[in-house]
């Protein structure tokens, strides 16, 4: 079934150079089976013309609220019903803060201000502009209120400059449209999460550990709940909140942790593996804490077992396991060649290499892979990228069923 069958999307277009690229994402919206109807912003005419919309689109732009034809044909509430989905791209510096604000003072803002679809941006500007804190301030507003943002991504932008703020490409966009579910897309679900690192004894006083902040975790298992899901997180140390309606086990050491997911295993629909789980201990963990003395030491350290590994082949295997690869290169060939090996349903692979996503910070984008296809989400903050895994998890457990 084509992706955004049966949606009905009203899609935004205000005033950027990247309005150009919403004629592409008219498209690819429709080739996935959406219907689009297009709203366009006075400053998005400047760049666009509403012809070339209406051309691609099959329905005639609206552009304005005084309109009276238009408002005759379909007032502007009735088209705030008639979404299911508004995706407002390029979402701009301007309308990001008049959204924010809860204007209503033209026809984008009123109908996004009058719907009840889950609203979705692509924010597209000059990294200037999108690091300002007026708009990542706007953007929180907006996030806490449930929008989703859709990037930006990160390169080359039309003014010449390279960072933060070009907005995503029409096929990620489509992507992470279908991967976003409503509420309720999980109920009646059973999801065991791994979260964080896991810390291995040297001795009373120091361990071996790694970097993960058990952000991308937290934010798969947080948003399973609010998605309908009965949710276990099985933590390593992390100086984080629980979710509202997860129950966590907390664990220290990859013994520990592989002890806690196949004790909860049996009866769950999905393990979901984001821990960084030690792939090798110390052979021996001090007694007593470890003088210095010699001027170098070796450490003898063994392997651990694979939890995800033993998941995916276990009896009470889940009818969904996902795998996570971290990568500094080729990531596709590496990602998928860990999908078979480990007999995984899907994986979710990041490029560590790129500077302010994965491990510890509080963006990420991911590339997902199943035995037939490959989702690119994000780059975009981990809540958002979780969200649209786990919408992936659904249509997976859906099919299933
Ligand atoms: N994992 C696990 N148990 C381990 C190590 C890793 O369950 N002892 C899981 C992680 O939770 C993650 C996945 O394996 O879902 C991928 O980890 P990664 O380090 O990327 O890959 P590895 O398979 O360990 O291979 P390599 O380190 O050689 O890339």
């Known amino acids: ?93 301007d309308l990001v803060a008049r959204l924010a604000q809860g204007r209503a003072d033209d026809l984008l803002t009123t109908l996004c201000l009058a719907s009840e679809a889950p609203l979705a941006l692509a924010p597209a500007m000059n990294r200037v502009m999108w690091a300002n804190p007026a708009t990542q301030a706007n953007v929180q507003v907006l996030r806490d209120r449930g929008a989703a943002i859709l990037g930006p991504g990160r390169g080359d932008q039309a003014c010449g400059e390279v960072g933060d703020g070009r907005m995503l490409e029409p096929l990620q966009l489509v992507d992470a449209l279908a991967a976003l579910r409503a509420p309720g897309a999980l109920s009646g679900r059973r999801l065991l999460v791994s979260a964080g690192p896991t810390y291995e004894d040297l001795d009373p006083v120091r361990y071996l550990g790694n970097r993960s902040s058990g952000k991308m975790g937290f934010a798969l298992a947080g948003e399973a709940a609010a998605m309908g899901a009965d949710v276990t997180l099985v933590a390593g140390p992390v100086a984080l909140a629980t979710p509202d309606g997860v129950t966590r086990i907390d664990v220290r050491s990859a013994a520990q942790m592989r002890e806690a997911v196949l004790g ?138």
Not at 384 to 394: F, K, M, P, Q, Y
Request: with cysteine; aromatic share 6%; charged share 25%.
């Open 264 to 401: 909860a295993l049996a009866g769950q629909d999905a393990y979901l593996g984001a821990a960084a789980i030690a792939d090798y201990r110390p052979a021996q963990r001090q007694p007593g804490k470890i003088k210095k003395q010699a001027s170098s030491i070796a450490l003898d350290l063994v392997r651990t077992a694979d939890v995800l590994r033993e998941v995916a082949t276990h009896p009470a295997r889940p009818a969904c396991v996902l795998g996570f690869a971290a990568e500094t290169q080729d990531l596709d060939a590496l990602a998928q060649a860990k999908l078979t090996d480990k007999n995984l349903d899907l994986i979710a692979a990041n490029d560590v290499s790129r500077p302010g996503l994965g491990f510890e910070g509080d963006r990420n984008a991911l590339t997902v892979f199943s035995a037939s296809r490959r989702w690119t989400l994000g780059p975009g903050g981990k809540d958002e990228v979780a969200r649209g895994l786990l919408g992936i998890v659904a249509d997976f457990l859906d099919a299933r069923r």
């Open 1 to 93: 079934m084509a992706a955004l069958a049966g949606e009905r999307v009203l899609l935004g277009v205000s005033g950027g150079i990247a309005a150009y690229k919403a004629a592409d994402l008219v498209r690819r919206l429709r080739d996935a089976g959406a219907e689009v109807q297009v709203v366009m912003t006075a400053g998005a005419q400047r760049f666009v013309t509403p012809l070339t919309f209406q051309a691609l689109s099959g329905r005639p732009v609206r552009t304005s609220l005084w309109d009276d034809a238009a408002e005759a044909a379909m007032g502007h509430i009735e088209l705030a019903r008639w979404a299911t989905r508004i995706l407002v791209a390029p979402a701009s510096a």
